[in-house]
């Protein structure tokens, strides 16, 4: 009994978070029934229409009832258009619960970029409950009512985490500690399937709750300890519900389902996490040093392998179900293993496509919507998994016979070799390492037969109990810290995700409390993560009165209260926010004093405590900069903590790195608009002093290479990587920007010639140098206009539809800093693909580049005419950086510890960079080089119009002294055009030529006006 049955998809919009209402972020999402439409913002003609099973609009038309609960508010245009979590399940959740009865696997997915509304969709907040616990909810309601019905049900409940592509079981409190996580195997007939995941047995909606719980505080502890990055993970909940009943023939029957629910991570493109970087028009070329061809590789690690396999998986199926033929590529992931039967195989499939409402992400959303219909195309085939108990246990048993039979003989065909390795040329070794492989899943696969048979002979009351007395212990202690969490002072954790939030407590039990890294000694509270000593905080408990103080354990040891440091003993009050070492962020909790005070506590979020920190350092989130310094600064509290962090690992790994924030002028970047700076990281290498410029995005997204670098170190793994995949390291042979200078065209667009000596800028606009250029009007051969030839025109109008021809020629550098090798010049004229470079010169701060290139365009269209009227041409200057090796050696002998002592300041000098940006960060003032430019056109212009003048003036007092009424035309052209002696005295002698008042008496007084050849001398 198979139904087939196209994957269903959902789209739904959240509300603006608080920053984007900080911005003033503008909405560019729509609904109208099924109906999502999406405008561009930069063209609010390009609207897109997607269409899908459902458009839930969650962005407006709510209220918040007094339980905490958004329910659609009536009194609101949009009330009747709110989908609020209820109407979600209703529609969704609803349906995979008919199914779970009906015996079909149901597989839900929720993708969309981070903070889009996934968890929210899926597990919600609160008592904004999601899809999986009111499922929950509801299914054990349904048992309950189905209880005397002689039927008996079973619910077992997983959760594993993907992260790197490695399997996390979330119900093991020791899954993070097994190395490489849990092997995915397959099964003949179950397909993929973790080997050794827990599944545990759940009766009632509070046991599935509390598993939710349990697996989202491991999500936490990894998370939190950096083993893996939450918003870089799928999370995957798993319920399997088996009923058993006997049929009208008095057999019976098992009817199973298994329900995938995954929380997909954020799907932000690689090329777009990273793509400012590469793709910014120059921009890497411009700020930037890294040769992308060796950066490829190391970020390559970090993109997420099983995200973008599931893209070609949906693509291949799509494409299948249009009748092309295509190879479904399930293997190359771990997700779409583990998914293979959700997406193309035995499941009716949903999938929830979050997107957020706002401008900023409108690439992001699109790339949600395209790929979520992509995904609506795609057919599943479910059937009803329902047998005779006793046929699936003779199964079992005659399939575990032959696995035993296939194991002695070793078996294995060269084609299920080729099959697994994925392809069909096989070395012998790969063909033993195979079999190895294969005989270790045929072992897995006889277990799992035999767990299920053995399961298969309990009756669920046994499995039960056997589940409660395992949890006895574990339920016990949770309940204790929910005790005490009332009346104690605490700990709670903040976490990027807010999912993960306040789900770690550390309870402050004793007189005296100490806080450290499990290195060496057992701390009373333990905390991991660069930076945290091995003892690195003391806690100071006055029991009776209910107060507590906190110092360091060492002097160097980072503890900040409230976004301060403290270097003293202070007291901690209820709501104070707590960071040790750089990633570690914490907030007290003191319910005595709390229920004592009365006061009014604002609740504290991982954005308010990051604010404060970078407040406290000078950086203040106000809407009164305008919205480019808001976000500015947002990009700035976004890396302050990044740039800690990554200074923290560096230091404890000795990597002899450091990392500082610089911020760059759009004009800087090459940007013509805008006013927005860039936040940037400057890499510097202590050792050698080279220097790197790094995009925010990179940097950030090396950061995560470092947090698993530093994470392996942690479990003592083989954790150092080789030069070329070590995000700390960058090829000191990859070019480096020493400076830009930025040349207007505009003496092309009046065709006059500019020699000129202007000023190098380095990236902070800096002057650190001066480049002499000429560029200069030519005809087709090559041949430089002269003064003579007068090829100046009165406006670029002109030239539209010309031939323009004109060398660009950079003649030498003076005064450039003397320490790069292979010094060259880099442009690119109008609408240039590849870089022009120069000769390349070392060792000198004088280079003579003397290059010199003609560029010819025929005819000029009006486009390019623009373009050289109001555009420039940047000219990077760019080496190499000469290393001394007197200095390396010098440096050797230092720990990266000892070459950042006293300069670790990336938070306070954060507050001078932000100052001197404002103030006077630019020292070139980026309008001069086309001041330089409008001038030379201003002189030359007045010097046309001085000439035209006095021709005039000339041909007046002629015209008198000859006793003339009126000038033709004619003659007053030749006067005013003329600019040379010659051409002047050939004008004079037109005038003596011509008969006074020609063509004045045939003008018909009619005509005059029309035809206005004549100019009367008053
Ligand atoms: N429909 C909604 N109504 C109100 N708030 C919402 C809604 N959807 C999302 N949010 C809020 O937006 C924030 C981000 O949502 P959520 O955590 O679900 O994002 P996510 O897609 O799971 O992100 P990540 O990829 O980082 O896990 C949360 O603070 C959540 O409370
Ligand atoms: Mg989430």
Request: aromatic fraction near 8%; charge should be negative; include cysteine.
């Amino acid at each position: 009994m198979a139904e087939e049955e196209n994957v269903k998809v959902a789209v739904r919009v959240r509300p603006f978070n608080k920053r984007e209402n900080g911005r003033n972020a503008k909405l560019i999402v729509k609904m109208q029934k099924n109906s999502t439409m999406i405008t561009n913002p930069s063209d609010a003609n390009e609207t897109k229409t997607f269409t899908f099973d459902h458009s839930y609009w969650s962005f407006d038309g709510c209220k918040e009832n007094k339980d905490g609960y958004f329910e659609p508010d009536p009194s609101h245009k949009h009330g009747k258009q709110f989908a609020d979590q209820n109407k979600v399940f209703n529609d969704l959740g609803r349906g995979i619960l008919d199914n779970a009865w009906a015996g079909f696997n149901t597989s839900l997915f929720a993708y969309g970029q981070t903070g889009s509304g996934k968890s929210w969709s899926v597990f919600g907040y609160g008592v904004n409950k999601g899809i999986v616990p009111i499922l929950a909810e509801e299914l054990f309601k349904e048992i309950d009512a189905k209880k005397d019905s002689g039927a008996t049900f079973e619910v077992k409940f997983s959760m594993l985490e993907i992260y790197n592509e490695n399997v996390r079981d979330l119900l093991d409190p020791n899954g993070a500690k097994k190395k490489g996580g849990l092997k995915v195997r397959q099964h003949p007939k179950r397909g993929f399937y973790a080997d050794g995941l827990k599944e545990v047995f759940v009766s009632s909606y509070d046991d599935i709750n509390a598993r939710l719980e349990e697996g989202t505080v491991n999500r936490t502890v990894a998370s939190t300890n950096m083993n893996a990055t939450s918003s870089r993970a799928h999370t995957i909940s798993g319920i399997r519900f088996v009923q058993r009943a006997k049929n009208d023939a008095g057999k019976e029957m098992e009817k199973k389902a298994l329900l995938n629910l995954v929380d997909l991570a954020g799907s932000e493109r690689a090329e777009s996490v990273y793509g400012k970087y590469l793709g910014y028009g120059n921009y890497s070329e411009r700020v930037e040093s890294t040769g992308a061809q060796g950066d490829r590789l190391k970020e390559g690690a970090s993109i997420n392998q099983s995200l973008s396999s599931l893209g070609n998986v949906i693509s291949a199926l799509a494409k299948l179900s249009e009748g092309h033929s295509a190879r479904v590529p399930y293997r190359d992931s771990v997700l779409t293993k583990l998914l293979q039967n959700a997406l193309g195989g035995n499941s009716k499939t949903i999938m929830i496509a979050a997107i957020s409402p706002a401008d900023i992400n409108y690439d992001e959303s699109v790339s949600t919507l395209r790929y979520a219909d992509r995904a609506k195309q795609i057919k599943t085939k479910a059937i009803v998994n329902e047998d005779p108990t006793e046929k699936l246990i003779r199964e079992l048993k005659e399939e575990n016979d032959r696995l035993k039979h296939a194991m002695k003989s070793g078996d294995i065909s060269t084609e299920a070799l080729q099959d697994m390795a994925g392809k069909e040329v096989l070395s012998k070794s790969e063909i033993d390492a195979l079999k190895k492989e294969w005989l270790a899943e045929m072992k897995a696969n006889m277990k799992a037969n035999e767990k299920e048979a053995e399961d298969h002979k309990k009756t669920t009351e046994e499995k039960v109990s056997e589940q409660k007395s395992q949890d006895s212990e574990k339920e016990s202690a949770l309940q204790k810290v929910l005790e005490e969490k009332k009346s104690k002072p605490h700990f709670f954790n903040l976490n990027f995700d807010p999912q993960l939030s306040g789900r770690l407590v550390h309870i402050i039990q004793k007189s005296e409390t100490e806080i450290g890294n499990q290195k060496g000694k057992e701390s009373d509270i333990c905390m991991v993560g660069p930076g945290v000593h091995e003892t690195h905080a003391i806690l100071r408990q006055d029991k009776k009165h209910h107060r507590v103080w906190i110092k360091q354990a060492e002097k160097d040891c980072r503890v900040l209260v409230n976004g301060d440091a403290i270097t003293d003993e202070v007291e901690l009050f209820h709501n104070d926010r707590l960071v040790f070492g750089s990633t570690q962020l914490w907030v007290f909790q003191n319910p005595k004093e709390k229920d004592s005070d009365k006061k009014k506590y604002p609740p504290i979020t991982y954005e308010y405590a990051q604010e404060e920190i970078a407040a406290k350092a000078g950086v203040k989130v106000d809407s009164a900069g305008g919205g480019d310094v808001a976000l500015l600064q947002e990009d700035l509290i976004d890396v302050m903590p990044a740039v800690e962090e990554a200074n923290s690992i560096s230091e404890e790994l000795d990597k002899r790195v450091k990392f500082e924030i610089i911020l760059i002028s759009p004009q800087m970047l090459g940007k013509m608009q805008g006013t927005k700076a860039e936040v940037c990281v400057k890499m510097k290498n202590l050792e050698n002093g080279t220097e790197f410029i790094w995009p925010k995005e990179k940097f950030l997204n090396r950061l995560y290479l470092m947090k698993e670098m530093y994470n392996n170190y942690e479990e003592e793994d083989d954790w150092d990587l080789p030069e070329e995949k070590d995000p700390f390291q960058e090829d000191v042979n990859t070019d480096v920007n020493i400076g830009t200078v930025q040349v207007f065209l505009q003496p092309i667009a009046y065709m006059v010639e500019m020699k000129e000596q202007l000023e190098i800028t380095d990236i902070k606009g800096n002057k650190i140098g001066v480049m002499n250029l000429e560029v200069a009007p030519c005809n087709k051969k090559g041949k430089e206009y002269t003064e003579t030839d007068d090829m100046f025109v009165d406006s670029p109008e002109e030239l539209v539809g010309k031939e323009v021809h004109f060398w660009f020629k950079i003649v030498n550098c003076r005064g450039l800093p003397n320490k790069y090798t292979d010094v060259h010049c880099k442009y690119r004229v109008y609408l240039d693909e590849q870089d022009i470079t120069t000769d390349k010169i070392s060792l000198t701060s004088n280079p003579d580049f003397n290059h010199k290139k003609m560029f010819s365009f025929t005819p000029a269209t009006r486009q390019l005419i623009d373009y050289l009227n109001t555009g420039s041409i940047m000219v990077q200057i760019v080496g190499k950086q000469f290393i001394r090796k007197s200095a390396v050696a010098q440096r050797k002998q230092l720990t990266t510890k000892e070459m950042l002592k006293g300069d670790r300041g990336a938070f306070s000098k954060t507050a001078n960079l932000m100052n001197g940006f404002q103030m006077n960060g630019r020292v070139v003032d980026p309008q001069k080089q086309s001041i330089v430019v409008e001038l030379l056109l201003m002189k030359k212009t007045q010097a046309r119009l001085q000439q035209r003048c006095d021709n005039m003036k000339k041909m007046l007092e002629k015209a008198e002294d000859l006793g003339r009424h009126g000038v033709s035309t004619r003659v007053i052209k030749s006067f005013f055009n003329a600019h040379t002696d010659e051409q002047i005295r050939a004008a004079v002698k037109q005038l003596e030529e011509e008969e006074d008042d020609e063509g004045y008496r045939s003008a018909s007084p009619l005509s005059q006006n029309q035809q206005s050849s004549v100019c009367n001398l008053l």
